[in-house]
Structure formats: structure tokens, C-alpha cells
């Protein structure tokens, strides 16, 4: 059954082409061993520290927040931030992409969603100007400064519904913790976004 899944995702992913914008899966992007690495540590509640190190090189040590209820996820809707590692897939933002960036940009307008919903676009950003499915999931061209800039991760590469979606790393909101991705101050995100690409790794822990 899973093997029969799997193929039905990859045929939808031929079928429609870039009307699924960021899937759950990043097999077209391995790490490689370039050494970029965003570290998020020392967690207390919705807070947490990050630092992103290239090459040996610490470039920023900055606070963040993470999930409503911590980190630790296990669930759809537990507003908690995974633990371990996650690698980056694509970029995305409502602003235009930052100039020097080396990830491939989804330009949110007001019709990319990022889809929650218990379907075949579960736990992917698609364009509902050519996906028919009327998404309840996230309007995110309205959702900002959250969504000014970001970057998608592998988080459930199954696209296993109980597992929760949509784990993004993105700018701070007007609230201090997010429903289970990693916020940085806008600055620190278009740092991020110039200096890293699809090697970069994301260690989640306490």
C-alpha cells in the first residue's frame, strides 16, 4: 500500500508540474558535506537560541521562536517544533527574493497555500489557480511578517497526516512562539537566505 502511495504522489507531481510548488519530500536535494549548519538549541518554552555556522565559521548567534508548546512534535495540530534534523528544500516569500539568494524562490501571491488538508496535497505549497481543491490550509500571502521570506524543510517526507506539516523556517510574527516552525527576525532570515543553499543543515534539540 505505501509502495502504491508513493507512486500516486509521483504521478500527480508529473501531472500537475509547478502547480505543487514544495513538496514534503527533498530527494532531489541531498546534503552534501559543504558545512552549513543552523543549529536551534537551549529551548525554554516558545524560545530558543540559534546559530548558523559554514565552514567552521560562526556567521550569527541569534534568538528565535519555535512552537507555542516547545519542541518535540508528534502530531498534526500540537503546536510543537520537530526535534533532530531537517534538511532545507526551497525558499519562499510575499516579498521579492533577496538579491544573492541560491535557492529556488516561490513567489507567494494570493493564491499559494500550504496545504493541511487530509488529501493528495497534504503538507505542500500549491497554486490554487491550478490545483482544484479548495485548501483550508495556510493563506500565506496573508500572513505576514511571517511569510515576508522563508524556506520549506523535509519535515514528514511521507506526507503522513498524523505527523504534522508544513514545518517552515521563516521570519518573526507579532507573537513570541509559532504553531511549530522556527521564527528569526527578517534580517537574520535574508542572511540565511544569501548565504546558505540546499546543503544546509538544521539540528533541532533541546
Known amino acids: 500500500m505505501r509502495k502504491f502511495k508513493n507512486w500516486m504522489k509521483a504521478a500527480i507531481l508529473t501531472l500537475y508540474g509547478t502547480s505543487v510548488l514544495a513538496s514534503c ?3 532531489d536535494n541531498p546534503a552534501d558535506k559543504k558545512g552549513q549548519l543552523l543549529e536551534v538549541y537551549n529551548v525554554k518554552g516558545s524560545e530558543a537560541t ?8 560562526v556567521l550569527f548567534t541569534t534568538p528565535v521562536y519555535v512552537g507555542k508548546n516547545g519542541i518535540g512534535k508528534t502530531r498534526e495540530g500540537d503546536s510543537k517544533t520537530p526535534t533532530g534534523i531537517l534538511h ?3 525558499a519562499f516569500g510575499v516579498k521579492a527574493k533577496p538579491e544573492g539568494c541560491k535557492f529556488d524562490y516561490i513567489d507567494v501571491t494570493p493564491t499559494i ?5 487530509d488529501c493528495e ?3 505542500q505549497i500549491i497554486d490554487l489557480s491550478k490545483v482544484k481543491h ?3 490550509g495556510e493563506d500565506m500571502y496573508n500572513l505576514v511578517p511571517q511569510y515576508n521570506y522563508g524556506l520549506t524543510t523535509d519535515y514528514n517526507a511521507e506526507c503522513d ?3 504534522g506539516s508544513n514545518i517552515f523556517i521563516h521570519c518573526k510574527g507579532y507573537k513570541p512562539y509559532t504553531g511549530g516552525c522556527i ?11 544569501r548565504r546558505c543553499d540546499t546543503s544546509l543543515i538544521v539540528k533541532i534539540s533541546e
Do not use: P, Q
Not at 50 to 57: D, S
Not at 184 to 191: C, S, V
Open 183 to 193: 521564527s528569526f527576525d527578517e534580517d537574520k532570515m535574508i542572511e540565511i537566505l
Open 134 to 136: 479548495d485548501c483550508k
Open 25 to 27: 519530500s527533498n530527494e
Open 50 to 57: 540559534a546559530r548558523l555556522t559554514i565552514n567552521g565559521e
Open 88 to 90: 532545507v528544500v526551497k
Open 121 to 123: 496535497w497534504y503538507n
Open 113 to 117: 497555500y500550504a496545504c493541511d488538508d
Open 161 to 163: 497526516h498524523e505527523k
